[in-house]
């Protein structure tokens, strides 16, 4: 165990925070009119990886963390086809950036969720995992990417030799 956690939670956090960290390099792209190719090719297979480690952990009946891994596994194909699918074309356009601004929100809920459950110092804010400050964080966090989201949708107009092609 490394910090109270097994090696294997240890890899899905990391893998967790790669995805975050990248997934916001690519929003902040988004709302400049950038496409960031390497990067998001990091935050989306990072973000499919979180997603399907999850469901590594003992499962113990459907809860809502399952249900965000379906939610994010279903927005994340649609943002991969819109991206490497479809190119981009069309309605393809925003069904990624809405896919990709999602699915960065769903990892970012878990993190405060965690964070809320592990983290000693929220903890004592929000001992039940709920209460104010707990709603508070969550609403800033929701408001804050669909804030990021609509500027995103309104700024990022790939040009036709900018469509993304999978890495190689």
Known sequence: MIAGMTTFTLVHVLISLIAIVSGL?????????????????????????TSVT???????????????GILSLIVLAAAITAL????????????????????????????????????????????????PVFSLTQGVVLLFYLVAGIIAVRKFHPAPAAVFRPPS
Do not use: D, E, M
């Open 25 to 49: 390099v690519v929003l902040f792209g988004l709302c400049r009119g950038k496409s960031l190719n390497g990067w998001t090719a990091w935050f989306l297979a990072t973000t499919v990886a």
């Open 54 to 68: 999850g469901f590594f952990f003992p499962i113990h009946g459907f809860t809502p963390a399952i249900g965000v």
């Open 84 to 131: 490497y699918g479809r190119h981009l074309l069309g309605s393809w356009r925003w069904i990624y950036v809405v896919g990709a601004v999602v699915a960065l929100y769903f990892n970012s809920f878990v993190l405060v969720v965690q964070s809320f459950l592990k983290v000693p110092a929220l903890h004592a804010l929000a001992p039940s995992g709920s209460g």
